[in-house]
């Protein structure tokens, strides 16, 4: 009886052993069997373009989710993502956008499912930072124009003594009134504009001032510059100063012949006392119509 109760002890002991030894090598069966796949939409990627991942798993376990991680050149962690596998085993996932400041370079993007790992690489350029900087800007419009002519003005846009093109502005300031002024391309960095005054444009100082801004790949930058120039009424007024000017000397002429006609005595007008004569009208006149001139101009 001590046998058969030995006996049944090492019988049951053997099929425990047995059983565990069964269930490891299915479970080792069930993980070796286990596969992941990971790929990505495009082999390389700029600024502002999505990271696509997709890939297949195998076999499809209820539950489990396939684990993504995508680590940049410099091995910052850039997103953690998870994707769910259908019941073919396939997934897929949008992971991220990228951003201009991140790192150019080989990036890597790891799959995981079921302690399984695979791996995939790509490329991404980024934008290069761009460079602040103050740009210089020159307005020239010349100093005097009358009303009945055009003024040319000239914007130049430069950085470090080199033109640059810019995004350019400019106003026209006169009579407490602000007007756009339409600018046109000349050049690299040099801008034109043309202003013709309306035939009741005021008289006086029109002073011009130029916006300008860059933005590119390699430049971030504003600037202003103002230039004035003078506005008088043309030569339509001076013509009229002029004559009215020779009215004024004709008066004169007319006051002096008046005057030597009351004289009671005879004044000998031989050619010599003419000569004097005219000489001090001349003179008199010139005084007068300098003066007279300097006044209308003045206004």
């Known amino acids: ?34 596969t992941v796949t990971v790929s990505v ?11 696509e991942v997709s890939g297949t798993v195998s076999p499809v376990t209820a539950g489990q989710d396939v684990a993504i991680i995508v680590t940049s050149p410099t091995g910052e962690i850039k997103a953690v993502a998870q994707a769910t596998p259908g019941a073919d085993g396939r997934y897929s996932k949008a992971v991220m956008a990228f951003a201009p400041t991140d790192p150019s370079g080989a990036w890597v993007v790891k799959a995981s499912y079921q302690g399984i790992v695979a791996s995939a690489s790509f490329t991404y350029t980024g934008v290069p930072p761009r460079t602040s900087i103050s740009l210089k800007v020159d307005v ?3 100093r005097l124009y009358f009303t009945n002519e055009t003024a040319d003005i000239y914007v130049l846009t430069s950085y470090d003594g080199n033109p640059l093109d810019a995004n350019v502005t400019a ?39 130029a916006n300008a801004t860059v933005l590119t790949a390699k430049y ?26 020779k ?17 009671p005595i005879t004044i000998d007008l031989s050619p010599m006392w ?18 007279t001139v300097q006044r209308k101009i003045a206004g």
Do not use: H, W
């Open 247 to 263: 009215s004024s000397v004709g008066d004169v002429k007319k006051d002096t012949a008046s005057i030597l006609g009351k004289f």
């Open 140 to 142: 020239s419009t010349g």
């Open 1 to 34: 009886m001590m046998a058969a109760r030995i006996g049944k002890p090492i019988t049951i002991l053997t099929a425990l052993l047995l059983l565990a030894t069964l269930t490891a090598s299915t479970t080792v069966a069930l993980f070796a069997a286990a």
């Open 220 to 245: 971030s930058g504003s600037g202003i510059g103002m230039s004035s120039f003078e506005l008088s009424q043309g030569m339509a007024s001076l013509n009229t100063a002029l004559n009215s000017v």
């Open 171 to 209: 106003q026209l300031y006169a009579s407490g009134k602000v007007s756009a002024l339409a600018l046109s391309k000349v050049g690299t960095g040099l801008y034109m504009a043309s202003y013709k005054p309306a035939a009741d444009a005021k008289a006086g100082t029109y002073t011009v001032v």
């Open 274 to 291: 003419a000569a004097v004569v005219l000489s001090l009208i001349a003179a008199i006149a010139a005084i007068y119509s300098t003066i």
């Open 41 to 51: 939409d495009k082999p390389s990627y700029l600024p502002g373009q999505t990271l």
